[in-house]
Each structure stands twice: as structure tokens, then as C-alpha cells.
């Protein structure tokens, strides 16, 4: 079974310079993994370029055996930085709208989440929060039987009693047979909910190990462990 | 994926342009009725100078009206395709299930659907005003009765000939029309490529640039091409106008121009492809949203 996400010495480059370099990994199918760096590492250049909104420059990158394409933006929900639902929308049109064009949208699912989180449905987009536009992303996003799931900052925006809620609906909506991708500066917050992690700095894999593994062979946290590897 | 791109475009063009083209109709019906009801009451108080100029200034805010209803079509078409694909919300579109050309096909569609609609608006919004502020006098009557006669003598003489002519006319409009949208996605496009900071302005500036280019092989194409297919239009001089053979003269006329009128299809059809995928290829290889 080849890997949710693979990359061959995948390189990518903005002019002069170099966000990745010649970065080579493969995650597999289940699991929740971290992806943290210092801002610049080339984080979200790998995230945008396994969901094709970016080409390399060189090498290749695959999702589940799939190099990005329409086929494979099928397979994948992304979650940016960024509010990108359309304004105008209400959170009924963004939810149909999802529902139209990703077959694996759970409409149900979708609706209780939003309940849970008392986000009213026939609001428009425009005159939410920007914490609860973040949530009706994350419910969206999550309410996909994606593959792969790439979450870009998931929690930055909203409170921290909110976290809690978004944390365990990442892990209670995802199938076994899928992965997460989460990349974050909010590492103590979500690093209960990792089952591995991957230190990314300058567009080059420093470390990729499972949670556990850290804690039982250093003995550290994934907070701990970035402090003392990035540290200033 | 087309069909479903197309719902959501047209939606959100719906909801700004349905209203505005509502307003233009509103506001010519109010000016039309403004116009018959001032007349009537000034013309009845033998006080036809005063009814003249009321009259000439409500045609003037109707047609202000209709150039800022122009306007703003144009300006709504272009700020859905920016906001659409070069903001934000281009994080949502690009990472849809579906191929770049079917989005760039769904923008174009949506733009020609919506700019034939307000044209047919607007048209008949003009034509009401004129119509119904003319029906009244003997001049507005004479007008309709020679449109009804030459509409009546057209159908009498519609044949291939002139249904080939309807054919050609439509296609030219579509495919201009298809230009002057994808030169506008195309400058807008690598505008958002090119420039971080001034998308927009660097859009207007690229404008400008495929304007001198689409020039520059306009005037090549020309070079080439133009004269020997206006030496057909040249041996038109030996045609006598003249009432008795005017189908004749007509006939040879168009044949005459035929060859110019399908290259000059061709030349904007080839235009319209090389727009299309050089807009393609700046989306899909060169576009980094920030």
C-alpha cells in the first residue's frame, strides 16, 4: 500500500530562494502527525504543494500514489491560514457548496458539529467572528472522508476553550485509514493529540519520530524537544 | 464539475448584477413615465420649451444611469474573477476537485452570459424610453411603422444567404466578446503572478501591455493576409446600386467580404485560445497565493 503522502527529493524554489530542499519523507495511512518549524522552515510550501497549489520546482510529490491533480485534490482536505469561504455565503451555502463538489462530504456531520459549536446556520460569513469562521473551516474541512487532511494553523484563531472542542473533533472525525497533517506554533496545545511529529527547518526534514518514542527515549516533550532544537 | 462551477459563479454574480439590472429598468420606467407625464402637462399648459428641457435632462440622467450600470457589470465581472482566484478565496477555488481549465471556463461563461443579459436589459431599456416618449407624437409612430416595415421586408428576403449572415454576425459577437473577457482575466492573472503588493495595478499595467501585443500581430496578420482579401472587396466597385438589383448588389457584397469577415473570426478565435491558456498556464504553474 503506498504512503498517504510520499516526497522524492522535492525541491522548491521563489526565485533565489530556497523554501524546500531536496526533502524526502513518507506518512503513512492513520496516524496524526505534527508537522513544526520555525516560521520560514517550509511548512506551508509543503502543505500547498501536496494540495496543488503549488508545483516544485524539482522532484516530485504524491498523495496516496498520486501526483497533484484533480484526482487527488479529491482525496485531500485542506485547511489554510486563511478564511477562504466566499463572504457572501451563509454557513448553509458554504455547506451545500461543499457538499456539490466533494462527494465525501458528510452533511450530518457537519450540521451537529456546527450546533455543538453554536454557529448559527443561516448567518453570513461576513458578519462572523474571525474565531468562528476559523470553526466553520475546521467543521468543513473536518466533515470530509478525506485521506489525507492537511490542517495549516487549525486552532490559532480561536479561545482556548474552543481548542479543546476543535482537538477532539480532529481526532473523533478521522478514519483509520487516513492522516492528519497539522502545522502549528501552538505545539502544547495539540501535541496530545500527535502521534508522531516532523521538525522541519530551512526546507529540510531535522527530525520525524513518533510522540511516544521521544518521551520514552528522552524523556521530553514535543514542546521540550522543539525548544532545545530550534533554540535561539 | 462545469455545471456545478457555473451554479456558483452565476450565483455570485446574480447577487449583485440582478439587482442593478432591476434598478436600470426601475429607474427607465420612472424616467419614461417622468418624460410622457411632464410633456403632457407642459404641452397642455402651452409651455412646450419647459417640457423640452425636463424632457432632455431625464434623457440625460438615463443614459448617465446606463453608462454607470455598464460600468459597474464591467466592474463586478472583473472583481469576482480577482476575489475569486487571486485572494483568499482562491484557496478554496484552487483546491476544488476540478481542472483549471473548467474554472477559467465557468468565469468566461458566466461574464458572456451576464454581459448579453445586460446588453438585452439595457437594449430594451433604451428602447423603451425612446419608443414610448416618441409614441406620442406622429414622429414615434413613423418611427415604429419604417422598423415593423424593414424588420417585414428583412424576413421576406431571409434566406441561406442571410441566415449565413445572422451566423457569422453572432459568432463574431461571441468571440470579440470572449476576448475582451479573457484579455481582462489574462492581464489580471499576471498581474497577481508578477506583483505581491499591487496586483490590481499591475493588472491595469498588463492590460495596457497585451493590448500593444494583440496590436502588434493584428497589424502582422494584416501585412500578410489584408490584401488579398480586400482584392475581393475591390472588384465590388463594378456592382451598380441600383433598386432593382440592391438583393444582387447585396449578395455580392457579403460573398465579397467573406474572407475577411471568417479570418478576422479566426484571428480573434486564436486570440481567445492563446489568452485562455496562457491564463491556464500562469494559474496552474506560476500563481503563488500569499
Known sequence: MSATLECRDLKKSYGPNMALSGLNIELPAGKIIGLLGPNGSGKTTLIKLACGLLTPTEGEIKVCGQQPGTESKALVSYLPERTYLPQWMTVTDCMDYFQDFYPDFDYQRAVSMLESLHVPA???????????????????????????????????????????????????????????????????????VLDEFIFIQNGQIVSYASTDALREDKGKSVDEYFREVFRC | MLSKLIKYDFKALSRVLLPTMAAVAGASLIATLSFLFTEKSYSSANNGGLATMLGGLLAVVMVLAIIAACFLVFFIICAHFYRNLMTDEGYLTFTLPVKTSEILWSKLITAMLWTIISVVVIGLCVLMFVGLSTAASGDGRQLFAQISDALRQMFAL???????????????????????????????????????????????????????????????????????????????????????????????????????????????????????????????????LE
Not at chain 1, 152 to 174: K, M
Request: glycine share 6%.
Open chain 1, 122 to 192: 443561516k448567518a453570513r460569513m461576513k458578519t462572523l467572528s474571525k474565531g468562528t469562521k476559523e470553526k466553520v473551516q475546521l467543521v468543513l474541512v473536518m466533515s470530509r472522508r478525506a485521506k489525507l487532511y492537511l490542517l495549516d494553523e487549525p486552532i490559532g484563531g480561536v479561545d482556548p476553550a474552543a481548542r479543546d472542542y476543535i482537538l477532539n473533533t480532529i481526532i473523533s472525525n478521522y478514519c483509520e485509514d487516513s492522516t492528519i497533517l497539522i502545522s502549528t506554533h501552538l505545539i502544547a496545545d495539540i501535541e496530545k
Open chain 2, 158 to 288: 431571409f434566406n441561406t444567404q442571410s441566415a449565413l449572415i445572422v451566423f457569422e454576425a453572432v459568432l463574431c459577437v461571441l468571440v470579440m466578446l470572449a476576448f475582451s473577457i479573457l484579455h481582462i482575466y489574462l492581464a489580471l492573472v499576471i498581474g497577481g503572478v508578477v506583483s505581491h503588493r499591487h496586483k490590481i495595478l499591475a493588472g491595469i499595467g498588463f492590460y495596457f501591455v497585451i493590448s500593444i501585443v494583440v496590436s502588434i500581430l493584428t497589424a502582422i496578420a494584416q501585412y500578410y493576409f489584408g490584401s488579398s482579401l480586400i482584392g475581393g472587396i475591390n472588384g465590388m466597385g463594378s456592382v451598380i446600386f441600383n433598386p432593382q438589383n440592391e438583393i444582387e448588389a447585396a449578395n455580392q457584397l457579403v460573398s465579397a467580404a467573406q474572407p475577411y469577415y471568417w479570418f478576422s473570426i479566426g484571428f480573434t478565435a486564436a486570440l481567445d485560445v492563446g489568452c485562455f491558456y496562457l491564463s491556464k498556464y500562469f494559474l496552474e504553474k506560476k500563481l503563488n
